[in-house]
């Protein structure tokens, strides 16, 4: 069974940090446990909510900002 919210969160985007490392889109020296903790945080819904509601971003400046964090671990 499929869990909810955050866990079940971790275990989608696992499986999708996964699928990049085996095509070998990790940036060098990122071990899988890492990208997927990265990964998990900024795509937490509180990130968004914290960056455009409360501190007023734009979406397409949030989008921008975590395009680029991500590419600090996916390349």
Known sequence: ???????????????????LATKGLLRPGVELAQAVDVVWALSSPDVYRSCVHDRGWRP??????????LGLVIG
């Open 60 to 69: 397409a400046r949030f989008e921008r900002w975590l395009r680029d964090a």
């Open 1 to 19: 069974m499929a869990k909810g919210g955050a866990e079940g969160r971790l275990q989608d985007l696992g499986r999708a940090v996964e699928e």
